[in-house]
């Protein structure tokens, strides 16, 4: 086979593939701006006009702005819960020797195999009882729970990684340990902290089962679960329901669009290392 | 020095508690907890319940045939999803690595389903197969396209296929192209001298090199493929009928829709936990002894 056939047979290739992932995108997208009545005549063809009508009424019939804020406080709360706990956690079992730190460390890393769906019922009922259910806060602290084995193992690998000499040195300083933790190590861990925070925000963002099986109360809801709320209420109101879908994935694709050489960089070394 | 060893102690406690609390509240104790309630009667409401032994885990498996349906089309789900997946993201991650253009351009088209939460981008698909195919079927030449896609199990089936295939490859993509980039540059250069045809390169350097990613990703697939539920809620909800029921959809209905089986659910959730386990022992020990270093 020449080079210049096979060059041409993998741009065929990626191209097929590429309209294949932006298709119901991009369809999502011009049938947004649609009326009831022209979606109806050709779902196919560009809108006659850009007509936001229905992203303002969706925004207000979905609950968007609430169930946002939800999901921000959701997010916010898990992030830095595993990443306050995690850090001292992985840090610390990574730095000291003997059986008591192995065994913990052990117990983090096995529980990663337990998949969510196991424990998801007992897990529920546990929420239920320290009081956390119907709450974006109560949420985030339960997520936490499920997050930190994760990220505990990401930074104990890490912390391998870092000179003891540097802790030593900052306790001859004089800076106590917490002090030392604070000042001298934590900002050495940013660049995985940051691959946590992509791989957790993710996650929390985007989660569905969990908040379905927290969240009972519409106004504690998150984006995904106004969503699919709405859904089910309007499903025959194609375009408000795009209008929606379209609303609530745009903040998730400007961060991806800012953030996205880190975004992808996260994502390799989560995956490799975990 | 016995005061020393207690105070490293002390500290180690005193950074890992914060964690571990939450580990313990969240995941170990409704592990235990599920654990037992597997081996009970349980409603999930009432005080009392009655120990019932193994008598859960016999029922799921020799008399449940909606649990054993549920399984075996997780189990055929995963098989196509693992393979599928992994050879269209090798494929994806081998041509983009070949271009000296657009490379970032493919990978961010590629990589961005993976963004967007499972229910909203599957309720697109819901658009595309309730309204934009139909509308493309009535064109002479696509006519093939005028199925039941969301109404027809059996149709249903490579509906899921295809739309877990477009939010899956994007990350093992990523990580393939990690691989590739990581093959030493002489290695390939020496295959060029000795004439070596493109796919010559492709099954006796790049593949052998890239074992431990392939490792990773079949894990990942094999793992995640297993616990699939939210696309399936999104697009079929499991319908029509139970036609298109996955594991997780099973072990929610008993515990909540209905029959409030609490501990049933329980047994069901561990056998589930048990099949992901082992599997994935298999994969990765099968392997691992195959990675070679560059």
């Given at each position: 086979m020449s080079r210049r056939l096979y060059s041409v047979l993998a741009w065929l290739v990626l191209g097929v593939l590429a309209v294949y992932f932006l298709f119901p995108i991009y369809m999502a997208l011009i049938n947004s701006f649609k009326s009831q009545g022209e979606i109806y005549k050709?779902?196919?063809?560009?809108?006659?006009s850009l007509n936001f009508d229905n992203y303002t009424e969706a925004f207000t019939k979905a609950n968007l702005l609430k169930s946002g804020l939800n999901t921000v406080i959701v997010t916010v709360t898990g992030i830095v819960l595993i990443v306050f706990c995690s850090s001292l956690a992985g840090y610390k079992l990574s730095r000291t020797r003997g059986r008591l730190s192995g065994a913990i460390f052990m117990l983090f890393v096995s529980s990663m195999?337990?998949?969510f769906q196991t424990i998801m019922v007992t897990l529920t009922k546990m929420a239920r009882d320290l009081g956390l259910q119907g709450s974006p806060l109560g949420l985030g602290i339960v997520c936490a729970g499920l997050g930190v084995n994760m990220a505990v193992f990401l930074y104990h690998g890490f912390v391998?990684?870092?000179?003891?000499e540097l802790d030593e040195s900052a306790s001859i300083d004089g800076a106590g340990e917490w002090r030392a933790y604070f000042t001298v190590i934590f900002p050495l861990l940013l660049p995985i902290t940051f691959t946590i925070i992509v791989l957790n925000l993710l996650w929390l963002w985007n989660d569905f089962l969990l908040p379905v099986l927290l969240l009972n109360d519409y106004r504690a809801y998150t984006l995904v679960l106004s969503i699919n709320m709405f859904f089910g209420k309007y499903?025959?109101?194609w375009t408000l329901i795009l209008a929606s879908l379209v609303m609530s994935s745009v903040p998730i694709i400007v961060i991806f669009a800012i953030f996205q050489r880190w975004i992808i960089q996260g994502i390799t070394e989560g995956a490799v290392k975990g | 020095m016995r005061s020393r060893r207690a105070r490293t102690s002390l500290s180690l406690i005193l950074f890992v508690l914060p964690a571990f609390a939450l580990y313990l509240a969240f995941l170990a104790i409704p592990m235990i907890q599920g654990s037992y309630f597997s081996f009970t009667d349980w409603n999930?409401?009432?005080?009392t319940y009655g120990f019932v032994g193994i008598s859960n885990f016999i029922e799921a498996i020799r008399d449940d045939t909606h649990f054993r349906t549920s399984i075996l089309f997780t189990a055929k789900y995963v098989v196509v999803a693992v393979v599928l997946q992994n050879a269209v993201a090798l494929l994806l991650a081998l041509l983009i690595e070949s271009r000296t253009r657009a490379k970032g351009f493919f990978r961010t088209i590629f990589f961005m389903?993976?963004?967007?939460?499972v229910i909203i981008s599957t309720f697109m698909w819901v658009f595309v197969f309730s309204k934009v195919i139909p509308a493309l079927s009535s064109y002479g030449a696509l006519?093939?396209?005028?199925?039941s896609w969301l109404g027809d199990p059996t149709v249903s089936f490579w509906t899921i296929v295809i739309v877990s295939l477009w939010g899956g490859v994007g990350t093992l993509m990523l990580i393939y192209m990690a691989a590739i980039q990581g093959i030493p540059q002489h290695l390939k250069e020496a295959a060029i001298i000795d004439g070596a045809q493109p796919f010559h390169m492709l099954r006796y350097i790049t593949l052998p090199l890239i074992v431990h990613a392939l490792t990773i990703c079949i894990f990942l697939t094999l793992n995640g493929s297993f616990k699939i539920y939210d696309l399936v809620y999104a697009l079929?909800?499991?319908?029509?009928?139970?036609?298109?029921?996955v594991i997780t959809m099973n072990i929610l209905e008993e515990a909540y829709?209905?029959?409030?089986?609490f501990g049933y659910a329980s047994a069901k959730a561990i056998i589930l936990f048990l099949i992901i386990f082992v599997i994935t022992m298999i994969q990765i020990s099968v392997m691992k002894n195959r990675e070679v270093e560059a």
């Open positions: 050709s779902v196919l063809k560009l809108p006659s195999l337990v998949p391998k990684g870092i000179p003891r499903s025959r109101d | 999930g409401l009432n005080k389903p993976n963004m967007l939460s006519k093939f396209l005028n199925l079929t909800g499991g319908g029509p009928g139970r036609g298109t029921q829709q209905g029959n409030l089986r």
